[in-house]
């Protein structure tokens, strides 16, 4: 499994930018589909970007896109998430995670994957 650890997170004003990092150890990591998940207070967790284990492709909730961006650095053993146009229902605890697959597969629900951040707390006020 790939052990993962999120930084970046904060408090950011509405249409202000943050971006969340997740350091990964572990050699599956450059095969693994990666994704961002966040959960809400009171809401389910929801799923909010993915990148394949080359960053050729990505997939994003229609709620973050042309918003948020994914990347991924395969050297350093990273995954990024870039942040713009922040509005406060963007507010909640982000996840990442990770997912063994070699075939380049993307992945949008939270039992796809089974390696786990500690989550990043993003608060954007209005």
């Known amino acids: 499994q790939v052990q993962l650890v999120e930084s970046g997170g904060g408090l950011v004003q509405a249409g202000g930018s943050l971006r969340l990092s997740c350091a990964a150890s572990?050699?599956?990591?450059?095969?693994?589909?990666m994704g961002w998940f966040r959960r809400a207070p009171g809401k389910e967790r929801e799923f909010v970007a993915a990148?394949?284990?080359?960053?050729?492709?990505?997939y994003y909730a229609d709620s973050v896109k042309g918003r948020f961006t994914i990347s991924r650095d395969n050297a350093n053993g990273t995954v990024y998430l870039q942040m713009n146009s922040l509005k406060p229902e963007d507010t909640a605890v982000y996840y990442c995670?990770?997912?063994?697959?070699?075939?380049?597969?993307?992945?949008?629900?939270?039992?796809?994957?089974?390696?786990w951040g500690q989550g990043t707390q993003v608060t954007v006020s209005s």
């Open positions: 990148i394949n284990w080359s960053g050729g492709s990505t």
């Open positions: 995670a990770a997912r063994r697959d070699p075939y380049g597969s993307m992945w949008t629900r939270s039992y796809d994957y089974n390696s």
């Open positions: 572990g050699r599956t990591f450059s095969s693994a589909t």
